[in-house]
Each structure stands twice: as C-alpha cells, then as structure tokens.
C-alpha cells in the first residue's frame, strides 16, 4: 500500500468526529473506474460506490453516490432531486465545479455544497468505500456516517 497525504476529505471527516479508515491502490496503469477499483482493493463492487456529479434542468447541481457496477438512473436521479431532468455533467466542467478531478471525485468536500444523494443499496452494508479525494485511496466509512457528512438522502438511484 502507498503513503498518501492526508485528502480534504478526511480532514473533513476528522474534524466532524466520524470513524473512517482509507486504503490506497496502484493508478499507474490507468485503470481508475470504479470496477477496477473494486478487484484492486479486492473488494465486493457491491460496497464500492462512484461520486457522479450532474446538472438539472434548472442548472442546479447534485451529486449521485452509487455502486460501480451500475449505472446511474437519470429518470429517478430527476425524481430524487426534484428535477424535470438531469443529466451527468460535462467532465470538461467536473474540476471547476467540485475541486476535484475523475476517478478522484469524493462527495466529501467539494468547492460548494451539493445536494448529495446515496443510493439505497448502501444501507445493506456495514460499510461503503467512495474516493478520499485524490486518485489512488479510497475512504471506508459507515454510510450513515457519509449521510452525516455532506447532509446526504438516500434514494433509489439505480
């Protein structure tokens, strides 16, 4: 496992009180999806979950936390969010909006605050993984305690 320096992210979650752990993986080859992440950490892709970042129909700005074997479900992310529509993002716009760059993308501290959404799914788990924030290390947590942390909902997203 690789030394990371400590991500905004947990600094954020340290300073909140909320019980995390971290584990890092090898990006050298380029393969950071979410999938790839999963076996290189040699987890369930079940507990794995990937930060989308979309834009609604009225240019309002939410974020979407899902597994990484699935695929976001923009009628029900529109429904979640109250929205007529929704769609992901352009990934030209992703760094300016967030601070953050693909495949490093944490729903724990971005440049503003989003409307975040979990998916449902993440309840059957003890814990979830999401990115800390830099490509290469990915945050363990409790999802109640990443619902805590950026006043998430949990929602049926996929």
């Not at 724990?108 to 290390?137: P, Q, W």
């Amino acid at each position: 496992m690789k030394k990371i320096s400590k991500t905004n992210a947990m600094r954020i979650l340290e300073s909140m009180d909320i019980e995390f752990d971290y584990m890092t993986y090898e990006s050298e080859d380029g393969k950071i999806d979410g999938v790839s992440v999963a076996h290189k950490t040699g987890q369930d892709p079940e507990t794995v979950f990937k930060t989308l970042v979309s834009i609604g129909h009225s240019s309002e700005i939410y974020v979407f936390c899902i597994p990484v074997e699935y695929e976001l479900d923009l009628k029900k992310a529109a429904k979640a969010s109250s929205e007529k529509n929704i769609e992901l993002l352009p990934l030209k716009d992703l760094t300016k909006n967030t601070g953050y760059v693909r495949g490093g993308c944490s729903p724990i501290g971005m440049k503003k605050h989003y409307k975040t959404f979990i998916d449902e799914s993440a309840m059957l788990n003890e814990k979830i993984l999401v990115s800390a924030g830099c490509i290469g290390a990915q945050l363990i947590l409790k999802p109640d305690d990443l619902i805590k942390a950026v006043d998430a909902s949990y929602a049926d997203l996929v």
